[in-house]
């Protein structure tokens, strides 16, 4: 696993697989040109993590290089983990015309999550999707909008995904309530299977009829109860 700049640029393409970036490289274009370059290159690479600040060239060179020279961006048939975190996506008007064949999508959140940042991700090949909160977050990250509207959000994102995880959120028990009725009555995500909600913020007052799956629910819940967990969250 590689991370840091001037040393994945030291190593050829083929000896990386998985590669795990977190600079803040805002005010470099010219190293965010060479890093969107590199990524389009590596003919291996399998785990790709950008939670790093990027100069707005990293982009425009992504978007060229997926779209205009696609024979030449060789990470789209090998990729098949990605993880983003939402101020990555802000600026990624499609993150996903560079990987075309990623199973599993998770996006880290620092303080609230959009649907309209989500929608910014179009992975069709995608069967997972986890969305929690930053590692390095100083609070749980919570949902800014209608948390019924997450189907339509992450249809846009995959209509094959058959599990969504929500991890570490400051969710609680109306809103994941809320959350696992849209998802079973919602027809946006045919192939989901399994719904789980990683310590949200529920515990035992959460209305246990909206968990039991009977033969009318093709969705299976899974809750673990608890507070969201964090090394640097606030005590």
């Given amino acids: 696993m590689y991370s840091n700049l001037d040393s994945i640029f030291m190593l050829p393409f083929y000896q990386i697989e998985i590669l795990h970036h977190n600079e803040n490289l ?19 690479l399998k785990n790709l993590k950008l939670c790093g600040q990027y100069h ?19 990470t789209s048939s090998t990729l098949t983990d990605l993880t983003v975190t939402n101020y990555t996506l802000k600026k990624w008007q499609d993150c996903g015309s560079m990987f075309d064949n990623v199973k599993r999508i998770t996006i880290q959140v620092w303080d609230t999550i959009r649907c309209d940042v989500i929608h910014r991700i179009h992975l069709p090949a995608a069967t997972e999707l986890t969305i929690q909160t930053y590692e390095h977050a100083w609070e749980p990250a919570s949902l800014h909008d209608d948390p019924t509207l997450l189907p339509n959000a992450l249809h846009k994102v995959s209509s094959q995904l ?23 009555s919602s027809d946006d995500l045919k192939h989901l299977r399994t719904l789980r909600f990683i310590r949200c913020g529920t515990d035992e007052r959460l209305d246990r009829s909206s968990i039991d799956s009977g033969d009318e629910h093709k969705v299976k819940v899974e809750i673990e109860r608890g507070k969201p967990v964090g090394k640097n969250f606030r005590r």
């Fill in 26 to 44: 805002s005010k470099r274009p010219s190293a965010s040109r060479d890093l969107a370059q590199f990524i389009c290159k590596m003919n291996h």
């Fill in 162 to 184: 058959v599990k969504v995880t929500f991890t570490d959120l400051n969710i609680g028990n109306d809103q994941t309530e809320r959350m696992i009725q849209a998802f079973r």
């Fill in 56 to 74: 707005g060239d990293f982009y425009s060179t992504a978007l060229s290089m997926a779209s205009t020279i696609k024979d030449d961006c060789n």
